[in-house]
């Protein structure tokens, strides 16, 4: 298995609280990982690091993480944020743009101007999205005027744009109903072929049903990393045992 | 149980009439805040309406004794100090609005926050006088620029002001929606929040504009007036709000009249300013 990215005894802090502790782990590449772990626990915090969205609200780590062998950590973030993308938890469109702008963004507001260039692009992205045939007649309304489910397709047509390696997703689904949860985990299936992703998720059968991997977070702390299928069925550590059977977290 | 019923029954007509009084009280407030300007209105444009012809738009003042003529010079005069005004107040007022909220988290927002609050306290006539010691006596003579520049102070606090607030109310996911794509920080705060927030911003740059519009006091000593056709922003310049005020208080029945005119022309030119802002920043997208 190739690895994606290395993180090397990580420790993230706000301000002097310390929130994850010697964290180490190996993302394979071209794989899904899954982020597991009762509330509180650092998953989003972990991901965040990933692409030093972390330091934007003024957190700081210590440790390495290698992207491709290359410490991230020491690299132009802004740079470093078009290889590795992200999608939030509550979907985040561009209300002031259109569909077709709101893809686009990320070329266009770092200096792609020939629309030649950006049209296919992002036909391509609502595609690989799975939202162009519900937009495709409608690409300048604005981006906030769709619903839920649609928006976070949108955002993550959004992130395809810009051509990352990795994409990160915080919980992508919790804020939507069940048809629209299903169509992001078909979409997050289909996208594994080209993007290494590691998905925040509250929901065990969508860890199950979605990763390759998962790892199990609990205080700041790798618990439990390995398959899914194991993690799930027969995992070595009692805690990830009572939490993936549900009794805590 | 009957009683029961006759209990609650009285409890829900307790609620309804409070209801009922409250929503009058608020009521009788808003006609209240309503009646000054309907009566601004109906003085204005009774009185002014003798006046308001094609002439008050296109001729110049008459000589004093002579009836008739109107201000053409006072209503250009008008646009372009508020003209110079814009070009100072807006650019200075929505940048250092978009630096308190994106940035002014420090001891020097803090400062600064506070001298736009002071500044915003300050009479205009005070801003006027120190236009005058700045512009005009090293100038040796009244100017437009003058009177553009005091205008131009007074709209900061105010474009400031909103410019922060509206900015502020952009959700902070959008900001990090942009810089996860890898778009640069300033990039984001000028390409999503300030996009995001422009409507907002607007507003408050039409209020600038409309309350520089009105201003008398700063404009005595700097641009001062003028009864003859000038442009030149080296020159002294007429402006509607001064003619008002020289006209009304003059002892000429005529000039009287025209004051008023001068009056619903200024009200109509800044009724214009709001049209203007609400067609340029109707939204581009039908909402569902
Ligand atoms: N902006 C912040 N400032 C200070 N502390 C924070 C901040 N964000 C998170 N924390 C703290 O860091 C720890 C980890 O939070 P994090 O958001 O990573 O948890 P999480 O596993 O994503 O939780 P959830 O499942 O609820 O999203 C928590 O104890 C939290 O209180
Ligand atoms: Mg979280």
Redesign the pocket.
């Known amino acids: 298995m190739e690895i994606k990215i290395s993180v090397k005894n990580l420790e993230a802090f706000?301000?002097k609280?310390k929130?994850?502790h010697n964290i180490s782990i190996d993302i394979p590449k071209n794989k899904v990982l899954a982020i597991i772990?009762?509330?509180?626990?650092?998953?989003?915090?972990?991901i965040?690091c990933l692409n030093r969205m972390h330091e934007v609200?003024?957190?700081s780590i210590k440790g390495e993480i290698l992207l491709d062998g290359e410490d991230l950590t020491k690299t132009d973030p802004v740079l470093l944020r078009k290889r590795v993308g992200m999608v939030f938890?509550k979907p985040n469109p561009f209300p002031s743009m259109s569909i077709f702008d709101n893809v686009a963004a990320g070329l266009k507001l770092n200096g792609v101007r020939n629309k030649k260039l950006i049209t296919p692009i992002v036909e391509k992205c609502l595609k690989q999205s799975a939202l162009w045939d519900e937009v495709k007649d409608q690409l300048d309304k604005s981006g906030a005027n769709i619903s839920g489910g649609q928006q976070q397709r949108l955002c993550i047509a959004r992130t395809l744009a810009v051509d990352p390696e990795v994409i990160l997703m915080?919980?992508p689904a919790s804020a939507l109903d069940p048809i629209s949860t299903t169509k992001i985990e078909d979409l997050i299936f289909q996208l594994k072929k080209d993007y290494t992703i590691v998905i925040?998720t509250?929901n065990m059968q969508q860890a199950a049903r979605v990763s390759d991997y998962t790892a199990f977070?609990y205080m700041?702390e790798i618990i439990e990393f390995d398959e899914t299928n194991k993690i799930f069925i027969s995992p070595s550590n009692k805690q990830t045992e009572d939490y993936v059977r549900g009794r805590f977290g | 149980m009957e009683n029961d019923m006759k209990k609650s029954n009285l409890f829900y007509y307790r609620k309804k009439i409070t209801s009922f009084i409250m929503m009058s009280l608020t009521f009788i407030a808003a006609l209240a805040a309503i009646i000054p300007l309907v009566l601004i209105f109906y003085y204005t444009i009774s009185k002014g309406i003798t006046y308001l012809n094609i002439d008050f738009f296109v001729a110049m003042p008459k000589p004093v004794g002579e009836s008739g003529g109107g201000m053409a010079n006072a209503i250009v005069g008008t646009l372009i100090l508020i003209g110079i005004g814009g070009a100072i107040g807006i650019p200075v007022g929505i940048m250092t609005g978009t630096y308190l909220s994106e940035f002014g988290n420090n001891k020097f927002g803090y400062i600064v926050r506070f001298l736009t609050d002071v500044l915003s306290g300050i009479p205009s006539i005070v801003v006027g006088v120190v236009a005058y010691t700045m512009v005009v006596v090293p100038m040796k003579h009244f100017s437009a620029l003058a009177g553009g520049i005091a205008l131009g102070i007074l709209m900061i606090p105010t474009i400031t002001r909103t410019t922060e607030e509206m900015i502020k109310l952009v959700p902070h996911s959008l900001r990090e929606a942009g810089l996860a794509l890898g778009i640069p920080k300033w990039k984001t705060t000028l390409s999503i929040v300030l996009k995001t927030a422009w409507k907002g911003i607007a507003t408050g740059v039409l209020l600038g504009l409309s309350r520089a519009a009105g201003e008398t006091a700063p404009l005595l000593f700097t641009a001062l007036g003028n009864r003859f056709w000038s442009t030149s922003i080296g020159q002294p310049i007429a402006s509607l709000t001064v003619y008002i005020y020289d006209y009304a208080k003059s002892p000429f029945e005529d000039w009287n009249q025209q004051a008023w005119t001068a009056a619903l022309v200024l009200i109509l030119l800044i009724s214009l300013l709001s049209l203007l802002f609400r067609i340029i920043t109707r939204s581009k997208y039908k909402t569902n």
């Open positions: 706000y301000g609280n929130v994850l772990g009762p509330s509180g626990c650092g998953k989003s915090t972990f965040r609200v003024g957190g938890q915080d919980e925040v509250h977070f700041g």
